[in-house]
Structure formats: structure tokens, C-alpha cells
């Protein structure tokens, strides 16, 4: 087994989750993970844990979707007994073909997430993380080797977590002391919102790994302006590009794609919350160096801004502040590596990539 592996399940049982002796941890992978479910398996045993593994398949899931009526989907009680029940769970992304489901009516993948949407929240309330097995499909997707994926994986995720937290501390303590935020990227995006009484959270080694953002929830009616998202989005097992979003009162009046603007507008339409943000976050994972079609890695790439419509997290809302609730979290990246700056209340605090508290900061075009 290749060691990066068992250091990755080493960091995900060490930092990710707290296990203790007796506890149930649930570990949810597809068949191509298999050796990142031996390596959780053994460090689990170490600490006493009780390992419980839950399989998954694209093909399945394909072959389930379609055959299904769009009227048949209900909330799972086996689901929800999990998410409430379970100690621990370990949620690993793997593919051996990254379009299965891209010939799944969008219909059907809306309504499915809309029954799932209590469960989806008391997970989201677990001590709960996502991360990523380096499978021959998601390197097809990246258009890259498996052997190179392999090693854009593991230097992602397998780092100094402490130094990257202290790092994103910086842009934390900026996001928490502000008000308003402004991102501006060349002619194509100058959006507002306000962020006064949100609350800014540190992602470095805990619900998602790779880490490697600072982020927190506009004030739902806040967000007025426009962005182009220019880096592609997978959303429902397609690739939707050119994404530009155009809002009012916080709410998205006007909307379009370059390719699948069928799956955003689908996207948009699952619920009310769905056609407001409910993420704003600053990606600073910088051994994130490339776009690889996969946001758990995309959205923490440095020099990007990533903004999602849908559900809010709750850790990110202040206790007087309203929640931005939906069925759907869909996060869109902008480049912010070039002609792009952020403000907060008014004074930049990073432009074409660099922040404020780096080396090379240039306050003034």
C-alpha cells in the first residue's frame, strides 16, 4: 500500500474526527477507495473504534435515478438514523467514471436532494468529513495521469495543517472584524454583500480534506451586483460553464451558461433559498496549484473566490442573523489571480491573488 495513503487516514482519524474507544464511525466509500477504507479500518482498530462501512456505486446510483419516478423520493429513515447515531463519519469521494450520472434527468437529482435535505443537515451537524480517494476517473477528469493525480492528492492533503490554519487566521480575523465585502474580478464581476454579524470560520482540518479556505455566510438579502463565474462547475454529473449569476435584494433575477445552462437553471429552481448565496469563501491552499474539475479541491485553490447558492452553514451565521435554507449547496469559482481585487468595508484586502498580510501586496492598481 502506497504510505501517503496510510498518513492521509493517520491525518483524517487525528485532525478530522475526534474518536474515542467504543465510538461507532461510520465510513462511506465507493469500491475503488478500498485501500484508504483498509488504512481508516487499522487506525480505527488502534483507538478501539467500532468501524462500520457503507458502500456506493455511480453505476447504482445511475441505474436507481432512472429508473425512478421523480414523485418517489422521501426522506430515508436509515439515513437519518445514521447521521444521528453515528459518533463519526468518514464520507470518501472516489470515481472510476466521473459522468455516470450525466444522463440522470436534473429533475430528479433536485427532488432527491430535497428529500434528503433533514438528513443532509444533522450530518452536516456530525462529526463529519468529506475527502477524496485519487481514482483513475477523477484523473481523466483532471486530464492528468493517475500516477500524477496521485501526487497533487497526497500534497494536498497530506501538509502542516497547523501552519496553514495560522495562515488563514489572517483573512479570518479580517472577515470577522468586517462589515461588507466586495469582489471585483476585470469587467465581468463587482459584486456586494454583507457579512455584519456572520461569522468567519477557519477551515483547516475538519469537515473537508483538503482544507484550505476561510469562508462565511452573506446576509441572505444583502448580495447586489454580478459575477461571472469563470472556472467550470460538475453539478449533477455534467460540466456547466461560463456561469454568470446577477443579483437583487440578494435574491439571482438573471441567470445564464454557456454550456448546460439547463443544469444551473435546474440548480436555481430546487427551492426559494436556492437563488440566494449562502457561502462566501477565500481559497488559500496554495499545493492546490491547478483546476481539476473537483471542488472539494477547486474551491480551496489560492487565488480563487468561491460563492455558493443554497444552504448555509450554521456555524457561519450569527445568533441573530436569519440562515439562508435550502435543499442544495452549490459552490461557483472566480479567478482572482489577475485584475481582481477583494474589499472589506471599502480598504483592499487582497489584489491578483495576494493578500494584504503577504509579502508582494500592492494596496493600489
Known amino acids: 500500500m502506497d504510505p501517503r495513503v496510510r498518513e492521509h487516514a493517520e491525518v483524517l482519524v487525528e485532525d478530522c474526527i475526534d474518536v ?15 485501500d484508504l477504507v483498509v488504512a481508516l479500518y487499522e487506525e480505527l482498530g488502534e483507538r478501539g473504534a467500532l468501524p462500520h462501512y457503507s458502500g456506493g456505486s455511480s453505476r447504482a446510483n445511475r441505474a436507481y435515478m432512472r429508473a425512478a419516478d421523480v414523485d418517489d423520493f422521501v426522506e430515508s429513515d436509515i439515513r437519518m438514523t445514521i447521521a444521528e447515531t453515528a459518533d463519526a463519519i468518514v464520507q470518501i469521494l472516489g470515481s472510476r467514471n466521473s459522468f455516470e450520472t450525466s444522463d440522470v434527468d436534473p429533475e430528479k437529482t433536485a427532488a432527491r ?10 450530518f452536516m451537524e456530525n462529526d ?11 484523473a481523466q477528469k483532471a486530464e492528468m495521469s493517475t500516477a500524477a493525480y496521485e501526487d497533487f492528492v497526497w500534497n494536498a492533503v497530506n501538509k502542516d495543517w497547523e501552519a496553514q490554519r495560522d495562515f488563514q487566521a489572517n483573512m479570518v480575523e479580517i472577515l470577522n472584524e468586517g462589515s461588507e465585502v466586495r469582489i471585483v474580478s476585470g469587467d465581468t464581476t463587482d459584486v456586494t454583500m454583507s457579512i455584519d454579524g456572520m461569522v468567519a470560520e477557519n477551515d483547516w482540518a ?9 469562508f462565511t455566510a452573506p446576509v441572505p438579502d444583502s448580495v447586489e451586483g454580478e459575477v461571472l463565474f469563470d472556472k467550470p462547475l460538475m453539478a449533477q454529473g455534467r460540466e456547466v460553464e461560463g456561469v454568470y449569476l446577477r443579483f437583487e435584494g440578494g435574491e439571482v433575477v438573471e ?5 448546460n445552462e439547463e443544469v444551473l437553471t435546474s440548480v436555481l429552481e430546487t427551492d426559494e433559498g436556492a437563488r440566494r448565496l449562502g457561502e462566501l469563501g477565500i481559497g488559500m ?12 479541491f477547486d474551491e480551496k485553490m489560492g487565488d480563487t473566490v468561491h460563492m455558493a447558492v443554497g444552504r448555509a452553514y450554521p456555524e457561519t451565521v450569527g445568533e441573530d442573523r436569519e440562515r439562508n435554507e435550502s435543499a442544495v449547496h452549490q459552490d461557483m469559482i472566480v479567478d482572482m489571480s489577475e485584475d481582481s481585487y477583494i474589499e472589506v468595508d471599502g480598504e483592499v484586502v487582497q489584489r491578483n491573488g495576494t493578500f494584504r498580510f503577504e509579502d508582494g501586496f500592492e494596496s493600489e492598481a
Do not use: C
Open 20 to 34: 474515542s474507544e467504543g465510538d461507532d464511525v461510520v465510513v462511506m466509500a465507493p469500491a475503488v477507495a478500498e
Open 113 to 122: 436532494q430535497r428529500a434528503n435535505e433533514d438528513a443532509m443537515a444533522v
Open 128 to 138: 463529519w468529513v468529506l475527502t477524496q480517494y485519487p481514482a483513475p476517473g477523477d
Open 206 to 214: 475538519d469537515v473537508n480534506m483538503p482544507a484550505g479556505e476561510a
Open 255 to 259: 441567470h445564464s451558461a454557456e454550456k
Open 285 to 296: 491552499n496554495r499545493d492546490i496549484d491547478r483546476f481539476t474539475y473537483n471542488m472539494l
